[in-house]
């Protein structure tokens, strides 16, 4: 499973929003190794292909008391049709500059940025 590193390379993945607010953690791989789903006309969104459940095995260690459904979470994907990054996030953080800043930052995106929500990040 392909986890976050230091790579300067726009990352597609998932995130966490830690207790406070002031940190997220999360998983991602480059556009290159992202999932395509396909949209009508033959666009696509790249997704990181692992569920939230899936990749909490990177931090079950580090927070053993809790699941991956106990923090707020996150997806970023990237839609090829009009070259701009989704952050998929819960409604009560889509006009948090701070957790946008921290996503933006964790998985260098760069270019068009909008952050959209869903029914299955609200907690």
Do not use: C
Not at 51 to 67: G, L, N, S
Not at 80 to 103: A, C, D, G, P, Q
């Amino acid at each position: 499973m392909p986890v976050f590193s230091q790579t300067k390379v726009p990352l597609v993945g998932i995130f966490w929003i830690l207790p406070g607010d002031s940190e997220i953690i999360g998983v991602g791989e480059p556009l290159t190794d992202g999932d395509k789903v396909l949209l009508e006309g033959g666009n696509y969104l790249l997704m990181y292909h692992y569920t939230h459940d899936e990749a909490w095995v990177i931090y079950q260690d580090k927070y053993p008391e809790v699941r991956s459904r106990t923090f707020p979470r996150g997806r970023v994907m990237y839609n090829n049709e009009n070259k701009t990054f989704y952050i998929m996030l819960n409604r009560h953080y889509l006009k948090n500059e701070n957790i946008i800043s921290m996503v933006k930052s964790f998985f260098n995106l760069r270019g068009r940025i909008a952050t959209v929500t869903s029914e299955h990040y609200d907690m």
